[in-house]
């Protein structure tokens, strides 16, 4: 059985920039289908965030979903050797809204995530990751994803 590392408090659950950092050791389709099969929506594949790190082109993978009325992005941050944010090794996907949602609905999909049995650790961004995603945001409407 895999030890999980859940690292989030119900103070930072309700933090202003709700982001998740999620280790998960999963392939990003395989990922998106068990999201799929337990938020009972459909997640669809966006347009790859297409990099250029260390003089390699590196596309990762984005998908969206439909969540209680509110889109999620969900991130590959690793892909093939290569983290989407150097700093987050270890953490496999990012999770953030698109849009403002309430508390309670960040809550129950976090509830949904942390019960997945193969998911060993779910944490809260901090002030490092929050200007991260807001660049990262940046790069995504620059692609229209």
Wanted: net charge neutral.
């Amino acid at each position: 059985m895999i030890k999980k590392n859940i690292l989030i408090t119900k103070n930072e659950n309700k933090n202003k920039e709700k982001i998740y950092l999620i280790q998960w050791h999963l392939i990003d389709y395989k990922a998106a289908i068990i999201l799929q099969n337990l938020l009972e929506t459909k997640i669809i594949q966006q347009p790859y965030l297409r990099l250029t790190i260390k003089n390699k082109i590196i596309d990762f993978p984005i998908f969206s979903f439909l969540y209680k009325d509110d889109e999620y992005y969900f991130i590959s941050n690793y892909v093939d050797n290569d983290y989407l944010h150097p700093e987050l090794k270890g953490i496999d996907y990012i999770l953030l809204p698109n849009n403002d949602i309430d508390d309670d609905s960040w809550s129950d999909l976090y509830r949904t995530i942390k019960n997945i049995t193969t998911v060993s650790g779910i944490y809260s961004g901090n002030e490092k990751t929050v200007k991260f995603v807001y660049q990262l945001r940046e790069q995504m409407q620059f692609y229209k994803i």
